[in-house]
């Protein structure tokens, strides 16, 4: 009952995390180290804070589906339209072949070094650094932005070459967790001139293929045999995931319609001095 809770609680933090950009790598460091796992098989964890992430994933899937989803199955969708094209959306089908653009640079990178990155940089030390140093970049880069007007306020918007550029700031956080890949798609979105709003439902719906991507990656590596507490443990910490993550989308969606991100910006330095603290002191 104890691992169960303590799966509750990793959903938590992964639903309100992931989506803010907080960091929810850094986040279930923390929480692991002060909370960790009992009677799990070693790689457990490193598995299970990335594919939790597939609850968050599906969040977006029923929030956005209206904006996501590139197929007219019913007449009203089709207007009129008739032929085998009818039955696609060509505006939301070419957002999905740039949102594949943007995810080239992390999904080349990722696949060759993933292990390299994660031997080099997934510790506490390197995590608390990004977070502060993102942190900062956050409020220097809102501060530059504050009374700018963004060239790009729709999705479509976004050129090619602009979702390749998102795609290569999305790589940074993807060499360096605690850099939260939310928080470096929208900063890199920010300083290319899109607007808050359009950066933040781009974000979102870029993570969708990364995070499958990802999590398929991390059962391959821990392979598909799970206890039957480490399948509880996964489905649970998943489904909570998912039902924060709905809450979460939609807070922040309201929340960027009128406030920047520099509050997240001090709370990622904060949290980041947090952990350094605690690792090289009293660690």
């Known amino acids: 009952m104890i691992e169960i809770l303590k799966a509750i ?19 279930l460091i923390l929480v692991e180290e002060l909370i960790p796992f009992q009677g799990v098989s070693e790689g457990f964890f490193d598995m299970f804070d990335v594919v939790i992430q597939l609850g968050a994933i599906l969040a977006v899937v029923v929030l956005f589906w209206h904006k996501i989803w590139p197929f007219a199955l019913t007449e009203s969708e089709r207007e009129g339209r008739t032929g085998a094209m009818s039955f696609i959306k060509m505006d939301i089908m070419t957002l999905w072949f740039k ?98 709003t359009v950066a933040a439902e781009y974000t979102f ?33 998943t489904v909570v995931s998912f039902i924060v ?15 920047d991100f520099k509050v997240f910006g001090w709370y990622r330095i904060v949290l980041g001095l947090i952990v350094l603290g605690y690792f090289m002191l009293i660690k």
């Not at 609680?9 to 986040?27: A, R």
């Not at 979702?163 to 790589?171: C, P």
């Not at 993550?245 to 406030?259: C, N, P, T």
């Open 245 to 259: 993550s709905v809450f979460v989308l939609r807070f922040l969606m309201s929340y960027i319609k009128k406030h």
């Open 99 to 196: 949102i594949l653009v943007s995810c080239v640079p992390a999904a080349v990178i990722g696949v060759l070094f993933d292990d390299v990155f994660d031997a080099l940089f997934y510790n506490p030390v390197c995590v608390a650094l990004a977070l502060i140093l993102f942190g900062i970049a956050f409020i220097v880069i809102e501060t530059w932005n504050k009374g700018r007007k963004p060239k790009i306020r729709r999705l479509s918007e976004i050129t090619y070459q602009v979702a390749f550029l998102i795609g290569v700031f999305q790589l940074i956080a993807a060499i360096f967790p605690g850099t939260s890949r939310s928080g470096a798609t929208i900063v890199g979105a920010l300083l290319i001139g899109v607007s808050r």
């Open 9 to 27: 609680l990793y959903g938590i933090v992964e639903g309100i995390t992931e989506w803010l950009p907080i960091s929810s790598t850094g986040h």
């Open 205 to 237: 719906f870029l993570a969708i293929p990364v995070m499958f991507g990802a999590s398929l990656l991390k059962l391959v590596k821990f392979g598909f045999v799970f206890t039957g507490l480490e399948l509880a443990l996964l489905l649970i910490g």
